[in-house]
Every structure is written in structure tokens, then in C-alpha cells.
């Protein structure tokens, strides 16, 4: 009975909660940018949107028209940089119907805002959050917008300056303006606590986090692994298991598989018998020479572009829009570019569940490495997966523009699949006191209502700091843990598909047992496709000579020798 | 390190291998069509060649009357027919039996070499007997072979019909190859020579080897090349290569049969091969040097496989197993995955079913006895060739640095 109330609680929390089952959420982002292409900041802000509705529109200021805001119940206005707004988007958005949420630039343009004071301020880091009265320092500045309102209003964050606290966030009656600009920065996180205001959403009390068991690949240490899974589990903790079903060696090139590890693919199936889940980390985390678990896989660092040929390949370099006389000329060459791409990733993202499925274990999810993927990429491993771990690539050009929303969404980049955020990093053995940092980013994660205590760990510490890093998760109040078994995660491929259904791990596998036997000893090196190769031609030989010998046997009798006797 | 040791030891080993694989297939489609053309060649044979048989014998008392009483029983025309048994300082009765058969049989002589060429091994011997003898084709057998009736004829027949070959050698048997379980091994050895490497490089580059017995040769190409080489002790893979060079080449043609005696206990054996090993070892050093000023490049490869055998091949294998034996005390570091394994089966396997098409072509010998040699073999004798092929490596190593004479050892025969 506990057990089931655990159930149907975690199943509440890990979803979305109608605001008004009569009156659905749609929400309109107006933004104004310089580039052609969505700020990455844009895709975050819709991500921290998905939240609260299934119904979101992007649309640039220089391309709002009049019917785009005619069922919207929310909008947002974004301001990524100084701009006047096109008289008819002003028009539209300044007598809104319904709660406009300005953030940002220009928000001087709109009659909501039209007699605020608002000026811009330079390297803040101080601020202070209303709702849950806490100070926070961030380690990064920013430049941010005060804002004093000609009308009364409800301050949700202010910063401290020169011991002065200046509100940033405001609200006046349902509207609401945010003169925080970089949304990519912690700071966002006040805004993404403000949506529930906004929204007038209650959200569910506690928090929900995991430890995720990072970069398990079969290089790993069978014990280590075993030892710091077990002691997680030996704590009723329903851990994630991040899997590289393939190890390169970038010295040599050589792979090492997991059917090299009889003993690590005991350990895995055991912690997976016992309550862990695994989620597909990639296929060999690497590309090109680079090592299994340092290489990024979905994303060409070296040329910062998606992965567009195959690893001994030279890919060609991907031109911007500029260079193409019309969009149509563009979208072609993209495409045909983003083909080679979608070969690459559909057979990455396939291999990798169906080696796992291979040895015994039941991927219920994926993280790209290094949390790297061009945004076509995600579309297509929405095709496979349900669920996202880790962090989002935001924008599509710089695989550094990277980062997480604090709770559970489920952003448009990421074609339906839910995100489940890293938002507490992992121990880091290069510093003195990693747990420290790790306390540091809770505490900041905290101020959000409903925000994920998403952590990874890297087996091969040992058990150390697992201690520390529970105690400080299990800290926090009205905190439980993540079990994906619960939710309807699902993996999908051609041939294979795994649900949770229930708490339990539903497989069906419609791959020809010997070809999938074959497929997983089929050699990925040079020197043992070669030694292989050897092996069937040595093979060939035998069988020949075999045939020649009960020829020659069989033809004994009929045969005349001219020799002695 | 290890790794790396452990590939180049694999390439050496399976580039043999994989060379002999393709070997046996050649032997096997040669002893599928070689018997096709005798029968167009028969009709060629009326204008016989005059033909002398060399048969050098040093203390050859054991088996120079089995071998003479072979020679009698040639069927050639005897007027194109001389059998000189060269006596090379035999101290033994070998002169006084060989000539109760020269007083039986007129085209049978006995010549007794004199001191310029006496004592000093085959090649000198054989030297003499080229300038004792008359014939236009110059046939050599071995003192303890008996070639069967028609084997000359064959051996004449292949040269006749075929205008390009300098020699034509034929396919030896092992007479004794049920007394001894060496014997045993070094029949089944043989018959694999005959048809993997001999068969099989004629049938693919029309390349054979002159194996010193039962081969015929005409006169005016072993006269153009100013006899044998008297400090080769393999005189016969020297002067194989020389043949090749003047723009020859050497048929091997098994229809003409010989048998002769092998070793029947292991320190004969062991002096019989170790100088096969050094005196091939001496053709490929003394041909390495001269190796892309040679005009015939099929036999630069051949020399190359030579090269291949008595030192990368050997290198290889000692190497792979002195990494394995190595790696079961210390952790050098080795990963061998499953696929080596798989191909350490695969290469035995590859021995046994070579071995066996080379036994069931002889009618009679694919027997249950020799199915479990074979077996045997591939865990002794094989592994013998190794240390052998290391000892007779130390010899000429010692031979080059300490300027010693090379000595000719003869084989002892066996009653």
C-alpha cells in the first residue's frame, strides 16, 4: 500500500498538472533578436514553459500577426537585445487580455511597462528571492535590468548592490516583468520559480532527485561498480545506470565490448535485478580517435558543427544561411547534409539499445555524451526515446551553449521526449571538497518549486563520497527518489521495444536470436575485422580441403596408380 | 609492446599460412589434370635424346646394389641409355658391388673420381660425372634411390614436350615410411612437399624446385652454368635458381616416381636436415644480396619465401610462443581476444586437412595410422623444424663470423 502511494505520488510529480482541465494552457514567446535563427535563450525559456503547457508558439516580433495571440491564455515577450519593436507587435502586445510576462529589452515599449523606471546594471551576482527569503551569490555576473514600477507590485527577486536591493522581478496585478536577460545563467532560476506565480499554478510540495552511476562502459571496474551500486540500492535508492555498451581505446583503436566482461554484465543485470535502471549513454561515447567517455559522440567538437560523416571521413564544413541566395537554397543543402547525420545517429542510437538489450538490460532512457546534439539530432532520437537525461545542447550552432531547466519539462527541442535534469553536477575528485560544490548548486536549485536534485557519480571513486551525497539529497524536505520503472518510459526501435509498465521492464524483441548473436560479435576494430576476416578464409580452406579429402576417398576404388604395387 | 610483438608475430606466421592455403589448392587441381596430357605427349616420344644417369655414392655399401638393380630395370632404349654410379672416395665395398653390375650390364659404368674432385661432397662429385658422361639430358638420383621402370622415360618425356623447361623433376616416395615412427612422420612430410609446395608452385607460377634426386636436366644448361656450385651445400635449390636465371624453367611433372630411403633414427635425420637447413639458409643470404639485380622476378618471390621460411616465419612462431609462455607468469600486458584462439584452432585444423588431401592423393596412404601421425606430428615433429631450423641459424652464423669450411655430410643409409 506504501508502496503504491510512493507510486501514484512520484506519477504526480513527474508530470505536468493541468492548471484548468477546462481551459487549456497556450502560451505565446514573442522575441526579438537580431539573428535569424532562435536564441538558444528563447529555447530555454520555452523549456521552462513546457512546465506549465503543451500549447507554446515561438514567434519573432517582426512575425506576429493578429490571430497568433487569439487563443493564447499566457504570453511572453523576450528581449535578447536592444530593438524597436514593429508598430504592430507593440499594438498587439500592449493591451494584452491576458497575463503578459515581459523579459528582458524593449519592455519600455509596452504600455504594462510604460511608466517603469528600469535601468540597466552591470556584473550583479547578489540576489535575493522573495518567496523563499534567501540570498544567493552566483559565481558568474551579469548584466541585469532594476525595475521600479509606477504601480503597486509584488517583488519576486531583487538584487543587492552596493547594499541596496533593487527589485529585478517584478509583478503588477498578472503581469510580470523580469529584467533578467541571460536566461543560459542561474539567475533564470528566479524566473523559472516565477512561472508558477504566473501561471497561478500550485505546485506539488518536495522535490525528486536521482544519482545517475555516469560513464559505466566495459573498461569499468566490475567490483567498483558492484560496490557503489549496491550500497545505493542496499538504500531502497532506485539508481540510473548510465551505459557505453562499447569502450574505444584511443591509443589503438581497439573496442572492448561487453561480451569481452562476463563479470561487469553480471553485475549490471544484478543491479538491474535489484531496482537500478539503465539509461543509454551513447553507443561508444566518442568519435573519430578520441576515447570512450573523453569523446563527444553526437557532435563534431573540432569543425563545432553536427556530426556529418563518418568518423575517417573529412567532413565538409557547414556554410550559414548567409551563404545561399534564398531559404530554399539553404533548407537543401541542409538537408542534404543532415542526412549523413541522420544515418550516423540512427545507427548509433540503435546499436546502443540493441547491444544493451543483448546482453540482459533494458534501457528506459538516454543521454547524449557530454550532453552534446544538434537539434535535428534530438529530433530523431525522440524517435527511440521517451526520456532525456543530463542537459540540453541549446543552441544549434555552439555545442557549449548548454544547461538544464531545474525541473521535470519537456521542451519543444526535444520533440516530446521529457528531460530529467542534471541540476546538482557530480563529485569532482579534482577538488578539495567536490560535495561542497554540490551543496552549493542545491541550495541554488532549491529556490524553484518542484526543481529536480539531479546528480551524477562515477563509479570507479569507490563508495567515498556517496555517503556525504545522499545525506545531503535526502536532506531536503519532503525529497524522494526518482524510479523511472514508475513513469511510461518507453525505448523503441525497429525491432526492439522496452516499456515500464507497473515498476516492471516489458521487452520485446523481435530480432533473429543468431543474427543478433552475430551483430554482437561482429569485431569493430581494424586489426580484428582483419583477424576475422582471416579467420573465415582460413575457415574456407579447411572446409575445402575437408571436401577434397572424401572426394579423393570416395574416388579411391576407381583410381589407377602407376606407382609400385 | 607486447601487442605489437604479438601482430608482427601473427602477420609473420599467417602470411605462411596463407601462402601455403593457396598452395594446396594449386597442388590439388595439379594432381587433378596432370595425367591429361601424357597420353599426346607419348606420341612425341620417337626421337629419343641420349640420356646419362648420375648417381653420386660415398660409402653407399648398404644400398648401391638395391639401386643399381633399379637402374637395370629402366626402360629406355639402351643405346640412348648410360648409368655412370659416380664412387666418390667410398672406403667401403660400394665400388667393388656397383661394378659386379657395370660387368652384368654395358650401359651401367663405374667412375671413380680423381683427387681434384674427390672427398669433397655432391656437387663436386656430380661436377665429375658431368665431364665423365656423354648423354644430351643428365638425369641425378640419389645412391639409395630405385626409380620405378618408366621414371627416366617421364622424366625425358616432360622435357621433350615442353620446350621452355630447362629441367623436369619428379615425385619421390619414401621407401621405408612403415619402419620407424620417424619414418612415418618424414613419409607424410614428404608426400605434403610433393604436393603443396612443388605441385602448387608449378601449377601457380610454374616455378618447381630441383630436390637433388630424380630430376633430368639438359646438358648444355648445367654446361652454360659451369656445372654445380661445390659450396652449396643445398647445391640443388642453387642450381634451381641459376636454371631460372638463364630464362628456364622447371617442370614438375609426378608422373616420374622414385623411391628412396629416409632416416630411420633421429641424429641421421638431424644431420640431413640441418644441412638442408643451412644450405638454404646459404642460397637465400647469397641471393638476398644480389636479390633485384636478378632477372627472373617469379623466382626473386621464391627466394623471398625462402626467406620468409628459415627466418621471419621462425622468428614469428618463436616469438608468439615465447609471448605466450612469457604471459602465463608475468602480465606483460597481453590482450588476446577470442578471435586469436579461434585462429590457433583454425591453424591446426589447417595442418590436419592439408596433410590429409596430401595423403588421399596417395591412394594408400589416407590410412588410420597415419590419421593419428598426422595429429602427432603437428605437436612434435613440426615443432622440431624449429629448433632445428634455430641450431643449423647458429652453424652458418658461426660458419660466416669464424670463416669455417663447409662440410658435406653425408646421409647414413639404413639396410
Known amino acids: 500500500m506504501r508502496y503504491k502511494c510512493l507510486t501514484i505520488l512520484l506519477l504526480f510529480l513527474l508530470f505536468p498538472t493541468p492548471i484548468d482541465a477546462a481551459k487549456p494552457t497556450h502560451v505565446v514567446i514573442v522575441y526579438s533578436s537580431s539573428q535569424v535563427e532562435i536564441p538558444p535563450d528563447v529555447y530555454k525559456l520555452e523549456a521552462l514553459v513546457s512546465r506549465f503547457s503543451d500549447e507554446i508558439k515561438l514567434i519573432r516580433d517582426t512575425n506576429l500577426q493578429a490571430d497568433a495571440l487569439s487563443e493564447a491564455s499566457h504570453i511572453f515577450y523576450y528581449g535578447a537585445s536592444t530593438s524597436t519593436l514593429p508598430k504592430s507587435t ?181 543491479l538491474e535485478a535489484r531496482g537500478a535502471t539503465v539509461v543509454a549513454h551513447g553507443y561508444t561515447h566518442q568519435y573519430r580517435s578520441s576515447e570512450t567517455g573523453e569523446g563527444f559522440e553526437f557532435w563534431d567538437v573540432e569543425n563545432n558543427q553536427p556530426v556529418l560523416s563518418q568518423p575517417d571521413e573529412t567532413p565538409p564544413k557547414l556554410k550559414g544561411r548567409e551563404s545561399f541566395a534564398s531559404e530554399s537554397a539553404y533548407t537543401l543543402y541542409l538537408n542534404t547534409l543532415l542526412e549523413k547525420e541522420a544515418t550516423y545517429i540512427h545507427s548509433k542510437l540503435s546499436n546502443s539499445i540493441h547491444e544493451l538489450v543483448s546482453i540482459g538490460l533494458h534501457p528506459l532512457g538516454f543521454e547524449a555524451p557530454h550532453y552534446t546534439m544538434s537539434h535535428s539530432g534530438y529530433a530523431l532520437t525522440s524517435e527511440y526515446f521517451t526520456n532525456v537525461f543530463g542537459q540540453v545542447q541549446w543552441s544549434n550552432s555552439n555545442w557549449e551553449v548548454m544547461g538544464s531547466t531545474p525541473y521535470v519539462s519537456k521542451p519543444s527541442l526535444l520533440h516530446g521526449m521529457t528531460l530529467y535534469p542534471e541540476t546538482i553536477g557530480y563529485v569532482r575528485t579534482d577538488i578539495p571538497r567536490p560535495v561542497d560544490e554540490m551543496r552549493q548548486a542545491l541550495e541554488e536549485t532549491l529556490i524553484v518549486r518542484e526543481s529536480m536534485i539531479g546528480a551524477f557519480y562515477h563509479p570507479y571513486i569507490g563508495t567515498e563520497y556517496l555517503p556525504e551525497v545522499v545525506a545531503l539529497m535526502e536532506s531536503v524536505p519532503g525529497f524522494t527518489w526518482l524510479d523511472l520503472r514508475t513513469s511510461d518510459a518507453r525505448v523503441r526501435t525497429t525491432e526492439v521495444s522496452i516499456q515500464a509498465e507497473d515498476g516492471m521492464l516489458v521487452l520485446e524483441d523481435n530480432r533473429s536470436t543468431v543474427l543478433n548473436r552475430l551483430r554482437l560479435l561482429m569485431p569493430q576494430s581494424f586489426l580484428e575485422q582483419a583477424l576475422t576476416a582471416l579467420a573465415g578464409i582460413t575457415l574456407l580452406f579447411v572446409i575445402a580441403f575437408l571436401t577434397y579429402t572424401l572426394f579423393l576417398r570416395a574416388q579411391r576404388k576407381k583410381r589407377l596408380f602407376k606407382e609400385r604395387g | 609492446m607486447a601487442n605489437g610483438l604479438f601482430l608482427f608475430s601473427l602477420i609473420m606466421i599467417w602470411t605462411m599460412l596463407l601462402y601455403h592455403m593457396f598452395l594446396m589448392q594449386g597442388g590439388f587441381w595439379h594432381f587433378m589434370t596432370y595425367q591429361a596430357p601424357i597420353a599426346d605427349w607419348s606420341k612425341k616420344m620417337t626421337d629419343l635424346p641420349k640420356v646419362s644417369v648420375l648417381i653420386p655414392a660415398h660409402n653407399e655399401e648398404v644400398v648401391v646394389a638395391a639401386t643399381l638393380r633399379a637402374m637395370s630395370r629402366i626402360e629406355y632404349p639402351k643405346d640412348k641409355l648410360e648409368i655412370l ?171 616420374a616416381v622414385t623411391w628412396e630411403q629416409e632416416p630411420q633414427t633421429l641424429s641421421v635425420w638431424w644431420k ?144
Open chain 1, 90 to 270: 507593440r499594438e498587439l502586445l500592449n493591451h494584452p487580455s491576458v497575463p503578459l510576462y515581459a523579459i528582458g529589452q524593449n519592455s519600455d515599449q509596452l504600455a504594462s511597462f510604460k511608466g517603469f523606471e528600469m535601468t540597466r546594471v552591470a556584473r550583479v551576482s547578489k540576489f535575493l528571492h522573495a518567496r523563499t527569503d534567501q540570498s544567493l551569490s552566483f559565481d558568474s555576473t551579469d548584466v541585469v535590468t532594476t525595475v521600479k514600477p509606477d504601480a503597486p507590485s509584488i517583488t519576486h527577486a531583487s538584487v543587492v548592490r552596493n547594499d541596496k536591493v533593487l527589485p529585478v522581478l517584478i509583478q503588477t496585478e498578472d503581469n510580470f516583468y523580469a529584467g533578467i536577460e541571460n536566461l543560459l545563467n542561474r539567475p533564470s532560476l528566479f524566473i523559472a520559480d516565477s512561472l508558477f506565480d504566473f501561471f497561478d499554478v500550485e505546485a506539488a510540495p518536495g522535490h525528486v532527485g536521482y544519482i545517475r552511476l555516469e560513464d559505466i562502459n566495459p573498461s569499468s571496474d566490475p567490483k567498483l561498480v558492484k560496490e557503489v551500486g549496491t550500497y545505493l540500492l542496499d538504500r531502497r535508492i532506485p539508481i540510473i545506470l548510465a551505459v557505453i555498451p562499447v569502450y574505444t581505446d584511443a591509443a589503438n583503436g581497439d573496442t572492448l565490448r561487453f561480451t569481452d566482461r562476463p563479470e561487469l554484465i553480471d553485475t549490471l543485470r544484478e
Open chain 2, 85 to 255: 654410379l659416380i664412387n666418390d672416395n667410398s672406403s667401403d665395398r660400394t665400388g667393388e658391388i656397383a661394378q659386379t653390375f657395370a660387368d652384368k650390364f654395358p650401359f651401367i659404368h663405374v667412375v671413380k673420381t680423381t683427387p681434384a674432385f674427390a672427398g669433397k661432397g655432391k656437387s663436386s662429385a656430380l661436377n665429375f660425372g658431368l665431364s665423365q658422361s656423354t648423354g644430351d639430358v643428365l638425369v641425378v638420383y640419389d645412391a639409395d634411390n630405385t626409380p620405378e621402370k618408366d621414371g627416366v622415360y617421364h622424366l625425358v618425356m616432360g622435357l621433350l614436350n615442353d620446350s621452355k623447361a630447362g629441367a623436369v623433376v619428379g615425385k619421390f616416395r619414401v621407401i621405408n615410411a612403415y619402419e620407424t615412427l620417424l619414418t612415418r612422420l618424414i613419409n607424410i612430410e614428404t608426400i605434403c612437399f610433393q604436393w603443396m609446395a612443388q605441385a602448387g608452385r608449378w601449377k601457380w607460377f610454374k616455378i618447381a624446385t630441383i630436390p637433388g634426386t630424380n630430376f633430368a636436366i639438359r646438358r648444355s644448361i648445367i654446361e652454360e652454368l659451369g656445372g654445380w656450385d661445390e659450396k652449396a651445400l643445398a647445391e640443388d635449390t642453387e642450381l634451381t635458381i641459376r636454371v631460372y636465371e638463364l630464362g628456364w624453367h622447371i617442370r614438375f611433372f609426378p608422373a
Open chain 2, 272 to 415: 640431413q636436415r640441418t644441412r638442408w637447413a643451412r644450405g638454404n639458409q646459404y642460397v637465400v643470404l647469397k641471393f638476398m644480396r644480389q636479390l633485384f639485380s636478378l632477372k627472373r622476378k617469379k623466382i626473386v618471390f621464391d627466394i623471398f619465401y625462402f626467406f620468409f621460411t628459415y627466418f621471419l616465419f621462425f622468428f614469428g612462431v618463436i616469438l608468439s610462443n615465447s609471448l605466450f609462455v612469457i604471459n602465463l607468469f608475468v602480465d606483460i600486458g597481453l590482450e588476446v581476444g577470442n578471435i586469436t584462439l579461434v585462429l590457433w584452432i583454425l591453424a591446426f585444423l589447417l595442418f590436419v586437412t592439408e596433410v590429409f588431401v596430401t595423403l588421399s592423393i596417395e591412394r594408400s596412404e589416407f590410412n588410420s595410422q597415419n590419421f593419428f601421425t598426422v595429429i602427432l606430428m603437428y605437436f612434435t615433429y613440426s615443432q622440431l623444424w624449429i629448433v632445428l631450423v634455430i641450431y643449423s641459424l647458429y652453424l652458418e652464423i658461426k660458419r660466416v663470423l669464424f670463416k669455417q669450411e663447409v662440410r658435406w655430410y653425408k646421409t647414413d643409409r639404413f639396410g
